[in-house]
């Protein structure tokens, strides 16, 4: 199985948009009728609701596959981010990523801790078993302060 696109995703947000649209039509279709007819509708506006939320996940979930796919051929390997200064030292909510370090000040508009690092790499880690990994300054920040029986060496 392939992994969907971006663009497949979108079509399906719009796909939601169009049904949101739909539903708000037919809400205020409703509305035209009867006292009885129009009262059926009360749930429309939630429906509509949910079908605009569907859709901004969606629109999400497409910019969070377009930046994995994005990622530079010679990115860090680990599969979450950090900060590129500061390291382990990531905090997320409400899609936004920031760096807790005093002074840092950094954000992104995205869940950072979720997402594949895309820093360029500029460490080898070895483990204890001599795995090998290449990673950026960030996590080899944080893997100084957590490697027991291995080793990082600069690029």
Not at 95 to 122: F, L, S, V
Request: aromatic share 4%.
């Amino acid at each position: 199985m392939s992994t969907p696109t971006p663009a497949h995703v979108r079509e399906l947000a719009a796909r939601a948009d169009d049904l949101a649209a739909a539903i708000t039509a037919l809400h205020e279709e409703l509305r035209q009728g009867d006292d009885a007819v129009s009262r059926t509708g009360f749930r429309l506006d939630d429906a509509a609701g949910w079908a605009r939320q569907i859709s901004g996940d969606l629109q999400e979930t497409a910019s969070e596959l377009a930046r994995i796919a994005a990622r530079p051929a010679d990115a860090c390997a680990v599969p979450w981010g950090v900060c590129p200064e500061h390291g382990n030292t990531l905090t997320s909510t409400g899609g936004t990523t920031r760096c807790n370090a005093a002074g840092c000040g950094r954000t992104w508009g995205y869940n950072r801790e979720k997402a594949p690092c895309a820093e360029p790499a500029t460490h080898r880690l070895i483990d204890a078993n001599g795995g090998e990994a290449l990673i950026c300054d960030g996590h080899a920040i944080d893997a100084r302060n957590r490697l027991i029986g291995g080793r990082i060496e600069p690029l």
